[in-house]
């Protein structure tokens, strides 16, 4: 959702004048834009499916064929978010650790900043169509406190910014720094439920839940992924290792669905089948070689892939209803998924990599 991390080895941002030297850059970790590029698409996936599953209404008797190329859909693309934060993780504890107060702000600002646009866009796009539930007003309000209406894919920036935030701080600390500012929002996240519960009912006025929280699980993902992307190529290299970790994401792809079908769709993140799928897959990825002549065009993907996955619900909303139907047979039920990610997926690389050339990406990711 790193869909919205920063860039994984080199943060742009100068650093203050009067901060010690950045460290010398390492060699730029294409395996990592590769991953990010994937992930982006993973989400686009399984909110495609999540079209599918919502025309049979998550019931094979609703349509057999849409609802079970819908569940391999959703069960495969689970993996984007962990792999988000795990990224995250490398990017704060192992990539380009920050170095001061004032850039672990700068990377906040290029995560908040495109996120409350895209916000205000989301807003303006469902009044627009009249499927706003509530008055615009009362739900652009609610969007201040962590709401994710109607930009409901939105919800992984408010875990994503305070992870960012509490690894930044205790990598800063441990650094034998003291990071005041960073510290005292981080605080002020952590009471703001409390604080603003306790001022609502002494002021006895309506204060929408405060969601700028992250679990726990979001921490381990995003501390594994730091473990587990700064492995030694040695650790990692090999074709047949890379085709057991393969062999393993798909066992564990299997595992996803069979979960999602007989316990609960969709699969909580948190869940054991859906880390497995996630840590095979990183494994299976992890310092593969990118041949140079694709790394130009990688990294373009790569710089793009926040704002691809900030846009892409609107082509996504647009594009379904003329693409998903419950009656389809399989044939038609595998073109409708194939057919709404590619369309997704092309139209909202497209219109990042328009606005990134147009030098917008500072407002719009």
Request: a positive charge.
């Amino acid at each position: 959702m790193t869909a919205a991390a920063p860039a994984p080895v080199r943060d742009p941002a100068p650093a203050d004048a009067g901060t010690p030297a950045p460290r010398p850059r390492g060699e730029h970790r294409y395996d990592i834009d590769l991953v990010r590029v994937l992930a982006s698409i993973g989400v686009i996936v399984c909110h495609a499916a999540g079209e599918l599953m919502k025309a049979v209404d998550r019931d094979p008797s609703g349509g057999g064929p849409v609802y079970w190329v819908a569940l391999a859909g959703d069960a495969l693309s689970r993996c984007a978010v962990p792999l988000f934060f795990a990224i995250a993780g490398w990017v704060v504890l192992t990539g380009a650790p920050p170095r001061d107060d004032g850039q672990i702000r700068r990377r906040l600002t290029r995560i908040v900043v495109p996120m409350a646009v895209w916000t205000a866009a989301y807003l303006v796009w469902d009044w627009a169509r009249d499927a706003n539930t509530d008055p615009t007003r009362r739900l652009a309000w609610d969007a201040v406190f962590g709401s994710v209406r109607p930009a409901f894919h939105l919800w992984y920036l408010y875990a994503y910014v305070p992870v960012i935030l509490l690894l930044s701080v205790a990598v800063l600390v441990r650094a034998g720094k003291r990071p005041w500012g960073a510290g005292a929002a981080l605080l002020g996240l952590a009471l703001a439920p409390t604080l603003l519960g306790d001022l609502g009912r002494l002021l006895d006025v309506r204060v929408p839940p405060f969601a700028w929280q992250f679990g726990a699980y979001q921490i381990v993902y995003a501390v594994a992924g730091a473990v587990l992307l700064s492995l030694p190529g040695s650790a990692v290299a090999g074709r047949g290792r890379r085709l057991l970790w393969l062999a393993g994401g798909l066992c564990a792809w299997g595992a996803v669905a069979v979960y999602e079908h007989r316990v609960h769709f969709p699969s909580p993140y948190a869940s054991v089948v859906v880390a497995l799928l996630a840590g095979a897959l990183l494994m299976a990825l992890d310092r593969i070689r990118v041949p140079e002549r694709f790394r130009p065009l990688l990294g373009r993907l790569a710089g793009a892939s926040f704002g691809a996955y900030l846009v892409h619900l609107l082509f996504l909303e647009a594009v379904a209803p003329h693409m998903v139907s419950a009656d389809a047979g399989w044939p038609a039920a595998v073109g409708g998924l194939v057919g709404l990610t590619v369309a997704t997926v092309v139209l909202s690389f497209a219109a990042a990599l328009l606005w990134t050339r147009l030098r917008l990406a500072r407002w719009l990711g």
